[in-house]
């Protein structure tokens, strides 16, 4: 089973960046789609994006509220995967955790690491 740590969090103004990173252990971490995730106080842990290789094409999905300002990506070679964070606006504000999917667009297995605070100030 894949097992991950978060980091690359801070505290950034609206409309900057940050990229956060996602680093695997496990053999088989290439065969896994990935996802992030995030969680704002008083809210329920929400999907932000997912990523799968297949066939050699790389899939990748996203939330509406993110689309356009955040890209996942993935280096199989290093066992990574990343969040490039655009554009960002307080209701970003949240803690962020990467975790192996059971399959590309579905649930997470669940095994969260520490996740990695983001504050986005006005």
């Known amino acids: 089973q894949v097992q991950v740590a978060e980091s690359g969090g801070g505290l950034v103004q609206a409309g900057g960046s940050l990229r956060l990173s996602c680093a695997a252990s496990?053999?088989?971490?290439?065969?896994?789609?990935m996802g992030w995730f995030r969680r704002s106080p008083g809210k329920e842990r929400e999907f932000v994006a997912g990523?799968?290789?297949?066939?050699?094409?790389?899939?990748?999905n996203y939330a509406d509220s993110v689309k356009g300002r955040f890209t996942i990506s993935r280096d199989n070679a290093k066992n990574t995967v990343y969040l490039q964070m655009n554009s960002l606006k307080p209701e970003d504000t949240a803690v962020y955790y990467c975790t192996a999917l059971r399959y590309y667009g579905g649930p997470p297995i669940n095994n969260w690491g520490q996740g990695t605070q983001v504050t986005v100030s006005s």
């Open positions: 990523i799968a290789v297949s066939s050699g094409f790389t899939l990748s």
């Open positions: 496990g053999r088989s971490f290439s065969s896994y789609a």
